[in-house]
């Protein structure tokens, strides 16, 4: 490794052994970068500082604008909150030109951002805070559920948006980044495993960097004049790269907005003439449905990942908009996505090929690549890789110095790869991934319930949603008021999204002579 120049080496000595880290592939696609790299002076500094760069409502800054709030931001960690190259800072807010901001801000001062969804609960932020061990906190004010005061003794700094922006007022602008080293730890983004504990993946300034240089630049590419939107928030590494490092690689504008739902994003879609969109399967259904008498005409590049794209999906919205939908399969571990096609390149219903940069096969149990047309694990290597905070499931994941998703797929004569199905019990709704028995333990909180098991189950609005078979203490009947009142339990303690939206009741759960619950046996 290059000198580092993180003063607080806590990412750095939590590295897992370099023994355990995947093979990383830097070639005539993504060459090898630099040895030091800034990842988000790198993205400012693009040679479009008088184009827009971020808009909102009647918000446009560009990205001389943008720089200047980034510095000022910087200035701020540094000079007012006490920050040093390596600390961690936790950001929670919408997506807004303001969390963009501090996110460069944060990188530009030498710090890692953590970027979290505002839908967690105390809970969930307790566990990643645990995990991450931030100094900063830096949360927006006014969100729907408050946690500022409850995070005061997580860190050395809690601060809203409204003293950020008060200190920033007094600040210059001007701020040399710091000279980070491209294999410096940038970020830490956490991943539900099957435990529902959160795991950070590492990822450095040049992972940042590569996400772009190969998904986007051949799949997507795109041009100045793209006018990037969508709906995952900058805390999925989904998001993160089609809503904030995609559009500032290639001078591109994106466009960020208030609420949800298909018909908002419809609205922002025509008032903004957005090209470039990124969203889950099933708001591209949603959104096909709502389709007629609307102007879709600006869009040409649709982006659909989080979950599988079933074939009936793209078929509908190419027959509304003419459009193809882009399918693609990326993960936390990796930073983005690393199969898809675009264009003529596309064969609807599958994933697509591996996208340049990276090398993919299918393998059997015993970790040997199989032939075309058998069907196995996904394993991959590219210019990015897994490393997992303090090693956790490291071994499990990077198998040969290739990445093993977890996914099952497989690969026809032509090299294209078709999603069979997960191989672990993470359920994918509606983009979300969603931890089976993290849904279990808060179900089990509630006075009735007894014993409980979440499988995901068939969908044909969300693709999947999360059922609870639930075992009752004695004496509780199952009626439908109780169906409801765990419901709403269960997504005061949890975020909504992973509420079950099935409940049946059993006398009992099915299980093995060892006492093990057959999951498998729900499913069928």
């Known amino acids: 490794m290059t000198n580092s120049a993180h003063i607080d080496t806590f990412a750095k000595d939590r590295l897992p052994p370099k023994s355990q880290w995947p093979e990383f592939l830097f070639g005539e696609d993504v060459p090898a970068y630099p040895d030091y790299l800034n990842a988000a002076e790198e993205l400012l500094q693009n040679g479009f500082i008088d184009r827009p760069a971020v808009l909102m409502d009647d918000v446009v800054w560009t990205y001389r604008d943008l720089n200047k709030k980034a510095n000022q931001i910087a200035t701020v960690l540094t000079e007012d909150y006490g920050l040093v190259p390596g600390n961690r800072v936790l950001l929670r807010g919408n997506n807004s030109p303001m969390l963009a901001a ?26 990643i805070i645990d995990v991450g061990r931030p100094d900063i906190l830096i949360i927006e004010n006014d969100l729907p559920i408050d946690v500022l005061d409850s995070c005061r003794d997580a860190a050395r700094v809690v601060a809203g948006y409204d003293e950020v922006i008060g200190k920033m007022a007094i600040k210059s602008g001007e701020f040399d980044a710091v000279r980070t080293a491209s294999d410096d730890v940038a970020m830490l983004a956490f991943t539900s495993g099957t435990t529902g504990l959160p795991k950070a993946t590492m990822h450095f300034h040049r992972d940042i960097m590569a996400m772009a240089d190969s998904f986007a630049k051949f799949t997507l590419k795109p041009t100045c004049d793209d006018v990037f939107c969508g709906s995952p928030p900058l805390a999925f590494t989904f998001g993160l790269g089609g809503l904030l490092v995609f559009p500032a690689r290639f ?61 009936s999906i793209s078929d509908q919205f190419h027959d509304e908009t003419g459009i193809r939908l ?32 990276y090398k993919a096969e299918i393998w059997d149990d015993e970790n040997n690549p199989l032939p075309a047309g058998k069907t196995g694990r996904l394993a991959i290597r590219g210019p990015t890789g897994c490393r997992y905070l303090n090693g956790d499931r490291q071994g499990e994941y990077v198998i040969n110095g290739w990445n093993v998703t ?27 991934n969603i931890a089976a028995p993290e849904v279990e333990q808060a179900v089990l909180a509630h006075d009735a319930v007894s014993e409980c098991a979440v499988i995901g189950v068939p969908d044909p609005d969300r693709g999947t949603i999360v059922k609870a078979f639930i075992v009752l203490k004695d004496g509780v009947n199952g009626d439908e008021e109780l169906v409801k009142d765990i419901q709403i339990f269960v997504k005061s303690t949890v975020a909504p999204y992973k509420y079950p939206r099935a409940i049946e009741f059993l006398e009992s759960l099915p299980k093995s002579a060892t006492g093990k619950l057959l999951r498998k046996n729900l499913k069928r």
């Not at 501090?102 to 566990?127: C, F, N, S």
């Not at 003439?273 to 007629?292: D, E, G, I, N």
């Not at 099952?408 to 199905?421: H, K, L, N, P, T």
């Open 406 to 432: 977890g996914d099952i797929f497989r690969q026809d004569e032509d090299g294209y790869f078709w999603f069979v199905a997960r191989g672990d019990d993470i359920i994918i709704s509606a983009g979300y």
């Open 251 to 311: 001078g591109a504008s994106v466009v960020y907005f208030h609420g949800a739902g298909p018909d908002v994003l419809l609205d922002v879609i025509e008032k903004y003439k957005v090209t470039t969109l990124f969203t889950a399967p099933t708001a591209y259904k949603v959104l096909s449905q709502k389709a007629s008498g609307r102007d879709l005409s600006s869009l040409k590049t649709c982006v659909s990942a989080g979950e599988n794209l079933p074939l």
């Open 102 to 127: 501090l996110w460069y801000g944060v990188l530009k001062a030498g710090g890692i951002v953590i970027t979290t969804m505002t839908m967690l609960r105390q809970k969930e932020l307790d566990a």
């Open 326 to 357: 882009i399918d693609g399969i990326g993960a936390t571990e990796m930073i983005h996505v690393f199969i898809s096609a675009s264009g003529d390149d596309i064969r609807p219903g599958s994933t697509g090929k591996a996208v340049p940069g």
